[in-house]
């Protein structure tokens, strides 16, 4: 009888273990099917608050929300004085700081210097092509204005309406949750290379979101006149891939196009200015020859019970190095870590004297102009600029790019540097006709050298951008707020600094 009892309660608990397992199976089941479906976050167009996708994918959103820990300003010119005298008589001798995070993106590009401080919508230095890599109210704008019409105009135009910061809306159709193409431009330049953009498969397209942003560019601008008979111009974001993604490729895409994004206000060089080639030259990396996604290494999956999804704490996979880089390399973290120190500081090395080269090279060709050389004189030190500098910034505009493809990164930094070294040595022979034997460059050591020889005037840019950002700026928040298009809780503790003022 005992034993009956004892095998009566085992088989009892048995039943109740296994109705608690079955019961624990069905609502992970449950709960898997669930975030399996992906619900409607705005039936038709591009919903551009990160913050109503938070309803919805709530895991998502909150590591996304963790992309404001990089608030640390980080100051290029300052680290790289060169800097400021490659970029002569550009936007970029006055302003330019390390990327930060996703969350800082458009409040970045309110920020810099670069923007200037427009007064109305007319006003200002920049076009409204600017606003197209910072915001999912861009894709938005598009649908609802075309594209045409986005592009026409200044930067100023579209303050009180690119109001949300890089998120959702850029990479996901807000009907279906899929991932999805927002930018137009993307899929004219993938067709020029002769992708059929019905065969792109769902691991390319882990790398193609991020591509709509992170890739060459130009403003390519067109005059039209419209009805009214009103000329307008159009500066359409163009990607210069028909001859394809290699920089002498790119380059040479330029060359026959007769295309500068200016002129170079010492040396006089019609020049490039790269602008973040990330995707172009991971294509050329051994991560992309073997199947790696963007995706992979700078949003892993993470797993909460039953559900898996992407990190999107978008950040450097050396800041994750146990859940990205060590799932393939064999290394332990910390003899990871040092192999790449290593080949960092080789390439660092490359480019500090590489910009030198070409630093040097500017200025000098400015001696030139000054004791009276010609034009004849100088056309081919000043193509040899133009190559040198675009080599260089082709190489490490994209910011990981030593990381996606070392050695075609190496390899640009020593064609910079010798055509660098080139220029240098046709404008001495140019100065030698004109008298000067032995001119040295003057020293530009320190961001305020740097700065006072490329003539930027930090003084009135700052003090335009302050008066923007009290005025103009507000009157665009406020505008926002009441259109319903911002919600300023998602702008809640963000921190407002920039290279020149923390507030």
């Known amino acids: ?154 930067w100023a135009k579209y303050g009180s309406e690119v109001v949300n910061t890089i998120g959702c809306g850029d990479c996901h159709d807000s009907k279906t949750g899929n991932l999805v193409l927002t930018r137009p431009y993307l899929k004219r330049g993938l067709e020029a290379t002769g992708v059929k953009l019905d065969q792109i498969s769902h691991q390319d397209m882990r790398s193609l979101v991020c591509a709509q942003c992170h890739a060459e560019y130009y403003f390519k601008k067109t005059e039209e006149t419209d009805d009214k008979g009103n000329k307008k ?107 790449v120190k290593t080949k960092l500081d080789r390439k660092e090395e490359l480019m500090e004297i590489a910009m030198n080269s070409l630093a040097k090279a500017h200025l000098e060709a400015g001696k030139a102009w000054e004791v009276g050389a010609t034009e004849a004189e100088m056309k081919d030190a000043l193509q040899d600029i133009r190559h040198g500098q675009w080599r260089w910034d082709y190489s490490i505009a994209s910011h990981g790019s030593f990381y996606h493809a070392p050695e075609e990164t190496l390899r640009l930094l020593a064609q910079a540097n010798d055509k660098g070294q080139e220029a240098r040595l046709k404008i001495a022979a140019v100065l030698a006709r004109h008298g000067v034997i032995g001119y040295v460059a003057p020293d530009f050591s320190t961001k305020e050298k740097a700065q006072a020889l490329a003539g930027v005037d930090l003084a009135k840019d700052i003090a335009e951008k302050q008066k923007f950002k009290q005025t103009l700026l507000q009157e665009w928040n406020k505008e926002a707020v009441e259109k319903g298009r911002l919600n300023m809780d998602s702008r809640k503790d963000m921190s407002d600094h920039s290279s020149y003022s923390s507030k």
Not at 24 to 51: H, L
Not at 62 to 75: A, F, L, Q, V
Not at 124 to 151: I, N, Q, Y
Request: aromatic share 10%; hydrophobic share 30%; net charge negative.
């Open 233 to 339: 111009i159009i500066n359409t974001v163009t990607f210069p891939w028909s001859n394809g993604f290699k920089g002498e490729s790119i380059e040479e895409y330029y060359d026959d196009l007769g295309f500068s994004d200016w002129t170079h206000s010492i040396s006089k060089a019609p020049m490039l200015k790269a602008q973040h080639p990330d995707y172009e030259l991971f294509t050329t990396g051994i991560h992309a020859k073997r199947g790696v996604a963007c995706a992979d290494c700078h949003m892993p999956y993470k797993q909460e019970g039953s559900v898996k999804y992407s990190d999107h704490h978008i950040t450097s996979p050396l800041d994750n190095i146990e859940n990205t880089c060590l799932n393939c390399h064999q290394e332990d973290e910390a003899e990871f870590k040092a192999v």
């Open 1 to 154: 009888m005992n034993s009956a009892k004892v095998l009566l309660g085992c088989s009892l608990v048995a039943i109740a273990s296994m109705g608690l397992l079955a019961n624990s199976i069905n609502g992970k089941e449950e709960e898997r099917k669930a975030i399996n479906i992906s619900p409607v976050v705005k039936e038709k167009g591009v919903e551009a608050k990160n913050e109503e996708w938070a309803k919805y994918y709530p895991r998502q959103y909150d590591s996304w929300k963790k992309t404001r820990e990089s608030e640390k300003i980080d100051d290029q010119l300052k680290k790289k004085p060169q800097l400021a005298i490659l970029w002569a008589g550009y936007g970029f001798s006055k302003d330019y700081n390390a990327p930060r995070g996703h969350f800082y993106a458009l409040q970045d590009n309110i920020n810099t210097l670069r923007t200037g401080g427009p007064v109305s919508p007319v006003t200002g230095p920049a076009p409204t092509a600017c606003w197209s890599c910072k915001s999912p109210d861009v894709p938005r704008l598009m649908e609802e204005v075309g594209e045409k019409e986005f592009f026409t105009g200044k």
